[in-house]
């Protein structure tokens, strides 16, 4: 399999583990997102993700029905089904910032959005999402990709200062306007 394709999955993975265990009282809680409860977080990555791969020709299913939980489940069956065709999946388009793949812009800008949004999930639902030094490391990185357009309206809020001797995780959340 593709390593890119691999990273892919494994932020899914993680990102489902948490959907998952979420207790169906606690859909409805506030996110770090304003204005999101915990359902409209797992939303959000369903739309973005289906958006994206609709304007790139990709046919999915109808969108998926139920709860937030059933909603992930099919969505990333189907993104899985769509990543099972390397060549589709590695073809090369013309992306927002120059030629990409498929592959390439689900791990490095929809892999982020699930580990971010794993937290933003988990904080919602009273859920610790400790990242590991590796997805800080790709959250961090991934940073200065997006430059000042990550602080545009209804992205992330303005950066915070982290507490002096603050985790990496919770300096880098603070660069994403959270409270780590």
């Not at 959000?44 to 937030?68: K, W």
């Not at 950066?159 to 880098?172: C, H, I, K, N, Y």
């Amino acid at each position: 399999m593709d390593q890119r394709i691999a990273d892919h999955l494994a932020n899914a993975d993680t990102f489902t583990a948490l959907v998952a265990a979420v207790p169906e009282d606690r859909w409805d809680s506030p996110s770090p997102c304003e204005g999101w409860a915990a359902a409209d977080v797992v939303q959000h990555v369903v739309d973005t993700q289906r958006d994206f791969l609709a304007q790139r020709g990709v046919a999915l299913p109808d969108a998926p029905q139920g709860g937030p939980a059933e909603r992930w489940a099919a969505h990333d069956a189907a993104v899985r089904e769509v990543l099972a065709d390397e060549a589709l999946a590695t073809a090369a388009y013309d992306g927002y910032f120059g030629p990409t793949t498929l592959a390439d812009t689900l791990r490095d800008f929809y892999g982020w959005d699930l580990v971010v949004h794993r937290w933003d999930l988990g904080r919602a639902v009273g859920q610790e999402v400790t990242w590991t030094d590796a997805e800080t490391a790709f959250v961090e990185s991934q940073l200065a990709t997006f430059g000042d357009q990550l602080y545009a309206e209804g992205i992330c809020k303005p950066a915070l200062d982290a507490p002096e001797g603050s985790s990496e995780q919770t300096r880098v959340l603070a660069l994403l306007g959270r409270r780590g």
